[in-house]
C-alpha cells in the first residue's frame, strides 16, 4: 500500500509539475510578448511624430504575416474581445499545489533537528500577507514615485527573504520567495489589470468614455509582474544549484543579489 501511495504522489508530482512549467511559459511568454508589442508602439510614436508613418506593426511568424495596431482612444469592434488570464491562474495554481507536495508533505522544509510548525507559518503567513501589503503600498501616495516605491519594495523583499532563510531551509525559502512573488504576479492579474480593462469596456458598451486612467494603472501592475518574472523564474530553478544558491550560508545575500540581476535583466529585455 505504501508503495502504491509512493507511485501515486510521484505521478502526481510530476503532472503538477509539468502544468505548472508549461503554463508558466505561456503566461511569462505573452506577458513579454505583449511589453515588446507595446514598446514598438512607443518607439513609433516617438519616431513618427509629425508625420504620417504607418503605426502598424508588421510581423512575420511561422507562415503568415500580421498587421496590428494600437487604439489610442477604444473602440468595440464585432470581433471577440481576447482575454488572457488563464495562464496566470494555472500557473498560481499548480505552483502552490506542488509547494504543499513538495514541501509541505515532502518534508523539505526544514532540517531534522528542527520544529516544522514555525516554518510552516512563516512560509504560508507570507503567502497570504504579501498581496494585501504589496497592494496598500503601491496605491499609497509615497509609492506614486515610482523611485522610492521600487526602493522600499526592494528593502522589504530582501527583509522577507532574510527571515525566511533563517526560519526554514534555503532551498524551502528560495522557493517560498518565488511563490510569493507569484502569487503578487497572479493577483495583479485578476485583481488589477482584468478588472480595469472590464471596467473600460463596459464603459464602451454603454457608450460613454472609458476611464484611460485605469489603463495607466494596469499598465503599471503588467510592468511589476515583467520585472518580477524574471527572479522568480531563477528561483523555480534554483533547486538544481545548492553550492552557488540556497546551500550557501550567505544564501540570502545571493538571492538578493541575483534580484536586483533579474530586474537589470527584465529592463534590457523590455527595451530590446
Do not use: C
Amino acid at each position: 500500500m505504501e508503495d502504491l501511495l509512493y507511485y501515486f504522489t510521484d505521478w502526481l508530482n510530476l503532472a503538477v509539475r509539468w502544468i505548472h512549467v508549461f503554463a508558466g511559459i505561456m503566461w511569462v511568454g505573452q506577458t513579454y510578448f505583449f511589453t515588446w508589442l507595446d514598446g514598438r508602439f512607443t518607439s513609433m510614436e516617438k519616431n513618427a511624430a509629425g508625420t504620417s508613418a504607418d503605426d502598424r506593426v508588421w510581423m512575420v511568424h511561422s507562415g503568415g504575416f500580421y498587421l496590428v495596431d494600437k487604439q489610442k482612444h477604444p473602440a468595440l469592434t464585432p470581433n471577440t474581445l481576447h482575454w488572457f488570464r488563464w495562464e496566470a491562474a494555472m500557473t498560481w495554481m499548480s505552483g502552490i499545489v506542488l509547494l504543499f507536495l513538495v514541501y509541505y508533505m515532502g518534508g523539505l522544509m526544514v532540517d531534522d533537528a528542527m520544529n516544522e510548525m514555525v516554518p510552516m507559518i512563516t512560509g504560508a503567513g507570507t503567502i497570504l500577507l504579501a498581496w494585501p501589503v504589496y497592494d496598500l503600498l503601491w496605491r499609497s501616495p509615497l509609492f506614486r514615485n515610482e523611485k522610492i516605491g521600487v526602493t522600499l519594495s526592494y528593502v522589504i523583499l530582501v527583509g522577507v527573504i532574510y527571515v525566511l532563510t533563517h526560519v526554514m531551509q534555503g532551498r524551502a525559502a528560495y522557493l517560498h520567495t518565488g511563490a510569493m512573488l507569484g502569487t503578487l504576479m497572479t493577483a495583479n492579474v485578476w485583481f488589477r489589470i482584468l478588472p480595469a480593462q472590464k471596467k473600460m469596456v463596459a464603459a464602451l458598451n454603454a457608450k460613454t468614455e472609458p476611464d484611460l486612467t485605469l489603463a495607466d494603472r494596469a499598465k503599471m501592475r503588467s510592468k511589476h509582474n515583467t520585472f518580477m518574472a524574471v527572479p522568480v523564474v531563477f528561483m523555480m530553478i534554483s533547486n538544481h544549484y545548492p553550492v552557488t544558491s540556497y546551500g550557501d550560508s550567505w544564501n540570502w545575500v545571493i538571492l538578493s543579489a541575483l534580484v536586483l540581476a533579474g530586474w537589470g535583466a527584465a529592463k534590457i529585455i523590455r527595451r530590446a
